[in-house]
């Protein structure tokens, strides 16, 4: 029982195409966010969802487009897709918004290389 | 604005060596404090966290961290290193307001043999 899922594990894809990542959580968690993962291993967050409304919104492109059909669900949309895109896309999930008593728990990863 | 700086990005220490990885934050309220550790082609596995009470924490597979309020620390100390300890070790402090965890830049532990 896969606490946090991401779907698919790896997604290669030519430049200018649009592509979604797939999200899924079955720990009863209230938030849900997706990181980026740089070439270098940095970790930085780019959307967080509690609720199904969104709360943080970093500077991403316009392209990146984050959708929470559910509390249980956070997808991610990647419209016309440059080769800068390419880095590892992480979702987690954690229990209270409030930061208190609360940890995250990540997927697997997708691993996304854009060619 | 809150941050987290690993000033090693890579440590090779031998096998059954002692280890401690260094976590340095910036926050200005109590900070919530974690350590996670990505194997390679893994995701994000939590070794322990801090969130108040006894500034010493024990996690798992052996690896315990202190919390250092003067210092603004939160080092991760193993006494004995095993070769499958190899892998990238995040440190993260949980922002209060808005729910964020910020991660700092990671450190690279190798293991020898």
């Known amino acids: 029982d896969t606490a946090v899922s991401q779907t698919p594990k790896y997604l290669v894809t030519q430049m200018g195409n649009d592509k979604s990542i797939k999200c899924e959580q079955n720990l009863g968690h209230d938030t849900m966010y997706w990181y980026k993962q740089d070439s270098k291993k940095f970790l930085k967050i780019m959307f967080s969802?509690?609720?199904?409304?969104?709360?943080i919104n970093e500077t991403v492109p316009n392209r990146f487009s984050p959708k929470s059909p559910d509390k249980a669900h956070l997808n991610l949309h990647i419209n016309s897709l440059e080769l800068g895109d390419s880095a590892v896309y992480f979702c987690?999930?954690?229990?209270?918004?409030?930061?208190?008593?609360?940890?995250?728990?990540f997927g697997q990863g997708t691993r996304l290389t854009v060619v | 604005a809150q941050s987290v700086t690993q000033p090693d990005i890579h440590i090779t220490v031998s096998e059954g060596a002692s280890l401690e990885l260094r976590c340095n934050y910036s926050y200005g309220a109590t900070p919530y404090l974690f350590w996670y550790v990505q194997s390679p082609g893994q995701g994000l596995q939590l070794l322990l966290k801090?969130?108040?009470?006894?500034?010493l924490v024990q996690g798992i597979k052996g690896f315990e961290a202190e919390f250092k309020r003067s210092q603004s620390s939160f080092n991760l100390r193993k006494p004995s290193v095993h070769w499958s300890d190899a892998a990238e070790y995040f440190c993260?402090?949980?922002?209060?307001?808005?729910?964020?965890?910020?991660f700092g830049p990671g450190t690279r532990l190798s293991v020898l043999p």
């Open positions: 987690a999930s954690s229990q209270d918004p409030l930061g208190r008593d609360t940890e995250a728990f």
């Open positions: 801090y969130f108040s009470g006894d500034t």
């Open positions: 993260a402090v949980g922002v209060h307001y808005g729910q964020n965890f910020v």
């Open positions: 969802y509690n609720n199904k409304e969104l709360i």
